[in-house]
């Protein structure tokens, strides 16, 4: 499908039609009138990934976690339907894979991160077979919750990557909903539950350990640090991790289980890498604050696939969008870029059914409560709301028809 021809004096190119992509275009649209969007992106669906913690626990309808791409297209937007596999900075264009090039005024890499199923041996036969399971897919998250329901007794493992990751949380989310079932079930003391983590912290933040904690005691879930998953024998039911010690350096360990949840490495996208913008690990090199890339003042970047040193979640690319919005106008404009990204992201931790730890902070750690005069460090009700019923319908009639309720950017 070749891009609509709009006749403007601009053209904006954005790479992905994910919420970041989408919010984008449609925030860019209520500020410049007179230019041309073109969004390319290869899936037919959007999904709301944030709900599906949620599906794995049997509270969330999965076919509303989704919608026809075209539904969520901004008006007067073009799909372009394909992936892209080069940027030419230099020349300003892009390249797909089915061959088109794509010239830009400026260019927007929205594109998401990539989910590495293929970094542990073993993972990608086994998914969705086994007990082996993981919220991160749309077709597995009912399985999560199958194998939930229908598990009375036995060896329950949640693993989690090294960071960074998509949403650090979901890996305990799905431990937590697991646990509250089987709780209310009767059945939680026939259930042996290990948290294998790479990372030496439940969380990121030091105010929202103890709580974390808390429940991670009343579900009488072992937690396991420096546990990095490696191989998956879904046959025989075991998964390998490789153990960091002190004394011993890095040894193997193998745990049987009737249950494994896996969150898997992720990555950067590699065309951004081959296309000269990345940094050394992969991300897409840009500004902090602004959001703009470091070497290439005419590309943005929002999202997961940014460089940008904060929580890889939904709350951040809902705050990145308006940044990226404002400061295209601006250049469109002859203006200053004046809008400042404050690192801003939240993870709602779904301890219980009903109950939410509200996670809210940007960069350095630093609190930022959208309600300061609630305590943020307890499991609240009102979070719970937020995450299950509110944030679900305003993702679809607010965020991606670029309405920006309490996501105003900052100023230098």
């Known amino acids: 499908?070749?891009?609509?021809?709009?006749?403007?004096?601009?053209?904006?190119?954005?790479?992905?039609?994910?919420?970041?992509?989408?919010?984008?275009?449609?925030?860019?649209?209520?500020?410049v009138k007179n230019i041309?969007?073109?969004?390319?992106?290869?899936?037919?669906?959007?999904?709301?990934?944030?709900?599906?913690?949620?599906?794995?626990?049997?509270?969330?309808?999965?076919?509303k976690t989704r919608r026809s791409l075209s539904a969520v297209l901004p008006a007067g937007t073009a799909w372009v339907q394909d992936s892209v596999i080069?940027?030419?900075?230099?020349?300003?264009?892009?390249?797909?894979?089915?061959?088109?090039?794509?010239?830009?005024?400026?260019?927007?890499?929205?594109?998401?991160?990539?989910l590495r199923w293929d970094k542990i041996e073993g993972l990608e036969d086994t998914l969705g077979l086994n007990g082996v399971t993981s919220n991160y897919r749309f077709d597995l998250a009912e399985y999560t919750w199958k194998l939930v329901r229908e598990m009375k007794s036995g060896q329950a493992i949640f693993s989690q990557p090294a960071l960074p990751i998509k949403c650090a949380g979901a890996p305990q989310k799905a431990l937590y909903l697991s646990c509250d079932h089987w709780r209310r079930q009767g059945i939680l003391n026939n259930i042996n539950v290990n948290f294998c983590l790479a990372g030496t912290a439940v969380f990121g933040i030091p105010q929202f350990v103890p709580p974390l904690n808390a429940y991670l005691g009343k579900y009488r879930a072992q937690v396991n640090f420096n546990h990095n998953l490696i191989r998956v024998d879904g046959k025989n039911r075991q998964a390998t991790f490789a153990v960091e010690t002190n004394a011993e350096g890095t040894r193997e360990l193998t745990l049987p289980f009737d249950m494994l949840h896996v969150v898997p490495p992720q990555s950067a996208p590699a065309f951004i890498s081959q296309s000269g913008l990345a940094e050394g690990s992969g991300w897409c090199d840009v500004d902090k604050l602004t959001l703009q890339h470091k070497h290439w003042p005419d590309i943005f970047a929002a999202g997961d696939c940014c460089s940008t040193p904060n929580a890889k979640t939904l709350a951040a690319a809902r705050k990145q969008v308006v940044v990226v919005a404002e400061n295209v106008a601006a250049l469109i404009h002859g203006a200053p870029l004046t809008a400042h990204y404050d690192g801003y992201g939240s993870c709602p931790l779904t301890v219980e059914k009903g109950k939410v730890v509200l996670?809210?902070?940007?960069?350095?750690?630093?609190?930022?409560?959208?309600?300061?005069?609630?305590?943020?460090?307890?499991?609240?009700?009102?979070?719970?709301?937020?995450?299950?019923?509110?944030?679900?319908?305003?993702?679809?009639?607010?965020?991606?028809?670029?309405?920006?309720?309490?996501?105003?950017?900052?100023?230098?």
């Not at 041309?36 to 037919?44: F, K, M, R």
């Not at 599906?52 to 969330?60: I, M």
């Open 1 to 31: 499908m070749k891009p609509e021809k709009i006749n403007t004096q601009k053209n904006v190119v954005v790479i992905g039609g994910g919420s970041s992509g989408i919010g984008i275009a449609a925030s860019i649209r209520k500020r």
């Open 36 to 63: 041309d969007i073109t969004i390319v992106e290869p899936n037919d669906w959007h999904y709301y990934q944030p709900a599906w913690t949620l599906v794995g626990g049997g509270l969330f309808d999965i076919n």
């Open 86 to 114: 080069r940027v030419e900075p230099s020349q300003k264009y892009i390249v797909t894979r089915q061959g088109q090039k794509i010239n830009y005024d400026f260019l927007i890499v929205a594109c998401g991160l990539v």
């Open 359 to 412: 996670a809210e902070f940007g960069y350095d750690g630093k609190l930022l409560p959208t309600f300061p005069l609630l305590d943020a460090t307890q499991p609240s009700r009102m979070a719970w709301w937020l995450k299950a019923w509110f944030l679900p319908r305003f993702y679809w009639a607010g965020m991606l028809r670029g309405v920006e309720w309490f996501a105003g950017s900052k100023r230098p």
